[in-house]
């Protein structure tokens, strides 16, 4: 799926590529996002394999990106594709 190059939906999709998780605070303050669960929707319903979990006493949800999935669609890939 190709994305525009500076999307806040890219941005996201590379920040859970590169190993790190996300929560809508997260979103917020690095990339100015107050609608976390309608981008990891739509990253959801495009393929990607986006886990959520719940921190405990907390019930601000987080996402991360399946390990195995994130070896199989790696950074390379992902900027060669994603340029437009």
């Known amino acids: 799926m190709k994305h525009r190059k500076n999307s806040k939906t890219t941005r996201i999709l590379k920040h859970l590529l590169e ?3 996300i929560n809508s605070v997260d979103a917020f303050e690095k990339f100015n996002t107050t609608r976390l669960s309608s981008v990891i929707k ?3 319903d495009a ?10 006493n907390s019930i ?14 790696n950074l390379d890939l992902f900027n060669k594709y994603n340029t437009k």
Do not use: V
């Open 42 to 44: 739509h990253l959801r």
């Open 60 to 73: 601000l949800g987080n996402y991360n990106m399946n390990n195995h999935f994130r070896k199989k669609w």
């Open 19 to 21: 190993g790190n998780s």
């Open 47 to 56: 393929g990607y394999d986006i886990k959520t979990y719940y921190r405990e």
